[in-house]
């Protein structure tokens, strides 16, 4: 029974935008209810708030490593390549105002 509510949990609340004051909300009506105990409510509560901090860093990764892969199909410049691009510009251009005050 425990680990149908934590599914049911887990897939109803959407755990990524779980909140400690939900869990605790919704643990709180299943002690009420009798469907668990309070010492296993207070397991649920940090095991769901632990499962939930999980999903949103496994969310984070996933999303960060798309958004690179498009990035890079786009063939959209790093923030390194366009530093560089700078930096040579800003050379040539000191390289050009040299040039031309030699000619004078």
Do not use: D, Y
């Amino acid at each position: 029974m425990k680990e149908l509510i934590k599914k049911t949990f887990l897939a109803g609340l959407g755990l990524v935008s779980l909140t400690r004051e939900k869990a605790e909300g919704l643990v709180k009506e299943l002690i009420r209810k009798g469907e668990i105990s309070k010492e296993e409510g207070e397991k649920l509560v940090k095991e769901l708030m632990e499962k939930a901090r999980k999903t949103k860093e496994e969310m984070e990764k996933k999303t960060e490593r798309i958004v690179k892969n498009t990035l890079k199909k786009l063939e959209v410049p790093t923030r390194k390549e366009v530093e560089s691009l700078k930096k040579e510009i800003n050379a040539l251009k000191k390289k050009l105002v040299s040039t031309k005050k030699q000619k004078k």
